[in-house]
C-alpha cells in the first residue's frame, strides 16, 4: 500500500521559509518520482517542483525558480520542499505525489497517481 504524508506547512509572513517533508511509505521508494504541487482556493492544482529516481535530476515551475529547491533521500525515504523568499501567492495546500518513472520527472498533475493529503502554506504578514 502506497501512502505520502506531507509535514512542515504552517503560516509564515512574507519573505520568510518553510521546508515542506514528503515521507513515503509501503513502496520502493528509490524507483519513483516524486511531485509537490499546490492548489489555491478556487484555482486548479498546479505543478511547483519534481524530482526524478536515480540521479535526482529536478524541474521547477517558473514561478518558484531560484526560491524552491527540492531535495530527495532515499535512505529516508523523504523529499524535502525548501521555499525561501515566501511571497503571499504561494499561500495553498501543497500536495506530494509519486509515479515510477524514469530518469527525468514532470509537474503535470495527470502523470501522477499516488497524492498524499497535503499541507496548508499560508504566507501573511
Known amino acids: 500500500h502506497l501512502q505520502l504524508v506531507e509535514s512542515g506547512g504552517g503560516l509564515v509572513q512574507p519573505g520568510g521559509s518553510l521546508r515542506l517533508s514528503c515521507a513515503a511509505s509501503g513502496f520502493s521508494f528509490n524507483y519513483y518520482n516524486i511531485g509537490w504541487f499546490r492548489q489555491a482556493p478556487g484555482k486548479e492544482r498546479e505543478g511547483v517542483s519534481c524530482?526524478?529516481?536515480?540521479?535526482?535530476?529536478?524541474d521547477y515551475a517558473d514561478s518558484v525558480k531560484g526560491r524552491f529547491t527540492i531535495a530527495r533521500d532515499n535512505a529516508k525515504k523523504t523529499v524535502y520542499l525548501q521555499m525561501n523568499s515566501l511571497k503571499p501567492e504561494d499561500t495553498a495546500v501543497y500536495s506530494c505525489?509519486?509515479?515510477?518513472?524514469?530518469?527525468?520527472?514532470?509537474?503535470?498533475?495527470?502523470?501522477?497517481?499516488?497524492w498524499g493529503q497535503g499541507t496548508q502554506v499560508t504566507v501573511s504578514s
Open positions: 505525489a509519486a509515479i515510477q518513472g524514469d530518469y527525468s520527472c514532470s509537474t503535470y498533475v495527470a502523470e501522477y497517481d499516488t
Open positions: 524530482i526524478s529516481r536515480g540521479d535526482g535530476s529536478t
